[in-house]
Structures are given as structure tokens and as C-alpha cells.
């Protein structure tokens, strides 16, 4: 088990949901980048505290949405100057770092968090019903499994000579891709809807967990020092 294994284990799923919740707001309201930029930074820490990233590995994993934030404040540029309209031009790189802020947190809450721990606080702290965690755990469970049967037809498809060939491949044989894919997530529903029944999940208001999910010493220093950082460069910017 590597390093970042161990941090997603440890790591409470409510400490990054807040401070998603609180980036997207301070985000949203910003209309200049200088706060969405601060962001971004502090998002490059953080993953030096929750995960085992170096800091240009964390930048190479962000490329893509590097490249399609500026590429999008470019369009918005470009659009701008051949309508004759006026251009706010902080606010147009702002829109831009926005979408790199969102990836940026939203790598970070992938990299570290537990699904299983995700789910529980969603049930723990959010009300969800234990048979839609469960559902939910069970469907996240079963995407790597989907993604190797359909890879398994296709392989089964190409050896009988069944289907389209070229670039319109992909699209013209989905319908032969689909029926295969449902049948066998509704056999799989279907065990699994048993399975819960079984266990009598919905049956009692409580239920007893085999790992309990709370703050730690660490979670809420963690939290704290997210909170502290975001809202005091917020206030340094705007106040």
C-alpha cells in the first residue's frame, strides 16, 4: 500500500467536502482572478498534505484543464474583439482560472478520499438512507466490472467478424454494445437488491458499522487550516 492509500484511509470525507463547498462559493463570487489564483495555489499544497504527489506531478495530472481554461478565456477574448464589445479582461481570465480551481480540488478529493468512507459520511452526516449508500457503493463497485465486459464483447464481436469498421465505428456499434451491458447490470441489480433485503437494510433507524466514521485530531486541523486559508485571502482581497 502506498503512501496516498494510507492518506485516503485516514482522511474524513466532510473535511474536503466543506472546503469544496466554500472554493466553489468564493469562486463563484470572484471577478478577478487574484482569489481564484490564491486558490489554485493553495490547492497545490494541499496535495502536499493528503497525498503523494510532488508538486509538478500534481501540475502534469492538471494539464488538460490548464489548457482548456485558457483556451476558453481565449475563445471569450477573441469573441469579444470581433463583436466590437467591451472586454473585461480580469474577469474573462478569472472564468478561465475558475474551471483550473474546480479540477484542481476536484483531483485532490479523488486522489485522497475512501469511496466506502465517502459514502458513510453521506449517510452520517447528510441523511442518506443506508439502501442508497449501499446502491451507491454498489454501482461505483461494479464500474470497472462493466468497463471489462464490455471490453470482453468487443473482443467476442471482432472474433465472430460482427460490426462496423472506421471512424464511425464506435457509434454505429454502441446498439450492439448496449443490450449485452443492460442485461448484465440488471442480473447484477437484481442480486444485489437480494442482498439488501437479506440484510434488512432500511428495516431499523440504526445499524451497526464495522468501521466507524469521525473527526480526528488531524481532520479538524485539517479543516481548520482550509477555513483559515480560504477565508482569510478572501477577506485580504475583497475587504
Known amino acids: 500500500m502506498n503512501p496516498s492509500e494510507d492518506t485516503r484511509e485516514e482522511l474524513n470525507p466532510l473535511v474536503l467536502i466543506i472546503t469544496m463547498i466554500v472554493v466553489t462559493i468564493g469562486i463563484s463570487l470572484d471577478k478577478r482572478p487574484f482569489y481564484t489564483l490564491a486558490m489554485i495555489v493553495w490547492s497545490i499544497a494541499l496535495s502536499q498534505i493528503v497525498t503523494s504527489y510532488s508538486p509538478v506531478r500534481f501540475l502534469w495530472k492538471l494539464r ?64 442518506m438512507t443506508d439502501a442508497m449508500g449501499f446502491a451507491f457503493l454498489s454501482a461505483y463497485r461494479f464500474f470497472p466490472t462493466f468497463r471489462h465486459e464490455l471490453q470482453q464483447i468487443k473482443f467476442s464481436h471482432a472474433v465472430r467478424g460482427i460490426g462496423a469498421k472506421g471512424i464511425t465505428a464506435p457509434i454505429v456499434n454502441l446498439k450492439n454494445y448496449t443490450i449485452p451491458i443492460l442485461v448484465s447490470a440488471i442480473r447484477r441489480g437484481i442480486r444485489i437488491s437480494i442482498a439488501m433485503e437479506n440484510r434488512a437494510f432500511g428495516k431499523y433507524e440504526t445499524r451497526v458499522y464495522y468501521d466507524e466514521l469521525t473527526m480526528t485530531k488531524r481532520d479538524k486541523r485539517l479543516l481548520a487550516t482550509n477555513l483559515l486559508v480560504l477565508l482569510g485571502c478572501f477577506v485580504l482581497f475583497y475587504f
Open 64 to 127: 488538460y484543464p490548464f489548457l482548456i481554461g485558457f483556451l476558453y478565456s481565449v475563445f471569450i477574448i477573441i469573441g469579444k474583439k470581433l463583436g466590437n464589445h467591451s472586454l473585461d479582461m480580469e474577469f474573462t481570465i478569472a472564468l478561465g482560472l475558475r474551471f483550473i480551481a474546480i479540477a484542481a480540488y476536484s483531483f485532490v478529493f479523488i486522489e485522497t478520499i475512501n469511496p466506502k468512507l465517502l459514502v458513510m459520511s453521506f449517510i452520517k452526516y447528510f441523511k
